[in-house]
């Protein structure tokens, strides 16, 4: 047999004081948490009662806000400024068939023309040698 099946009352008076030492930590806990509470409660108040101070003379408007009010007024603006104006209401002619082009025959080229390799066909290799080399150069 167990030792606290002789000695009945020595298993109640542990299971009494564990009891009373957990009502006593709950206590505490609930003490430490009414408190904040009550502290959250009185700066909220506390700011509450400092934002109507703050504002109870808010209501009198001064000069300064008259002027600046005044120099803030809603201006009308004219539609017209908003939008653009209308298209005009013509289009131009429609050609449905034109007169065909002349075509240029060799005396019409011939001011235009100069053949290359009339005069000196080396100049013009050149030229076009330095051309090319410029353009071949310039790329990355």
Do not use: Y
Request: aromatic share 8%; hydrophobic share 45%; proline share 9%.
């Amino acid at each position: 047999m167990a030792l606290w099946s002789l000695f009945p009352w020595l298993k109640i008076r542990s299971t009494m004081q564990t009891l009373r030492v957990n009502m006593v930590d709950a206590l505490q806990t609930r003490r430490n948490l009414m408190l904040l509470l009550g502290g959250l409660v009185l700066l909220l108040i506390c700011l509450m009662g400092a934002l109507i101070l703050m504002n109870h003379n808010a209501k009198i408007p001064s000069n300064f806000s008259r002027t600046l009010s005044n120099d803030f007024k809603p201006l009308s603006i004219a539609p017209e400024d908003l939008f653009l104006p209308d298209e005009p209401d013509f289009l131009p002619e429609v050609l449905l068939n034109r007169e065909p082009r002349n075509p240029w025959n060799l005396e019409d080229v011939r001011p235009f023309w100069t053949d290359p390799l009339q005069d000196d066909p080396e100049q013009w290799r050149e030229r076009i040698k330095v051309t090319i080399d410029e353009f071949l150069e310039g790329v990355p």
